[in-house]
């Protein structure tokens, strides 16, 4: 039987975040595989381990620190996720996206994501970091939609346009900052996908044909549920591994965690920069 998270346990777990906080976060930030040091720059932080708030779904996967890190970044209030929760670890998408129903509780406004993300645009090499600018909703256009379920009308109606899922005006933001630290900052579609197996080459043709940049097993749960509840949205993929349209190459989890630190520095420059001009 599906699992659907209630108000009263969204309500509870940020009650519990808000008794062990200094600070209301306005900003939420969720960092993917290998990517969790950004989090490491959070000045004044309060840090709750996510197995200590009620309800909260813990990650299993290497590279993901399972930590809530709220605190002061390039000025601003930040709440930032040090590790997500993926469909295929076995929780439901709606235990998926209770953090970001938790954060909305607390305030938050305006979201940032990030996900390392295989390659699909031939062009892209790993390193490269790209601006997702829509996506292709694979794991929930076929029914797992992380709004299946009673909706919860204290965040958003029961049929949100996502058109626009997301901020125009943070992805030009986004494009300024790139460009004045001479950052190559790639744009494109992402691909959702439930994993926990990479895409088989002919997976990877289906997905360049229909228009696909990059392709990973998060993030658009993620946004959807934020876009619910009126959350701004700025998206970036970290990419970690060429296109293997041909089946000449074996990607592995380990490649994907080495890649990462050829994006950090990339992705940091980037978020901190849009961070200090919000």
Known sequence: ME????IEQINRAAGYIRSKLHQTPKIGLILGSGLADIADEVEEADVIPYAEIPDWPLSHVIGHK???VVGKLAGQTVAVMQGRIHYYEGYSMSEITMPIR???RLGMETMIVTNAAGAINPE?????????TDTINLICMTGNNPLRGPNLDEFGTR??????????????????QAKKQKIILREGVYAGLSGPSFESPADLRFLHAIGADAVGMSTVPETIVAR?????VLGFSGITNKANLDGSTITTHEE?????????????????GVLAEL
């Open 3 to 6: 699992t659907f998270v209630t």
């Open 66 to 68: 399972n930590r809530l």
């Open 102 to 104: 938790v954060l909305q």
């Open 124 to 132: 892209y090499i790993p390193g490269d970091v790209m601006l997702i």
């Open 159 to 176: 049929f949100p346009d996502m058109s626009q899922m997301f901020d125009r005006r943070l992805e030009e933001m986004a494009r300024i």
């Open 228 to 232: 619910h509840g009126g959350v701004r």
């Open 256 to 272: 994907v965690l080495e890649a990462a630190e050829l994006i950090v520095p990339k992705l940091k420059a980037i978020l901190l």
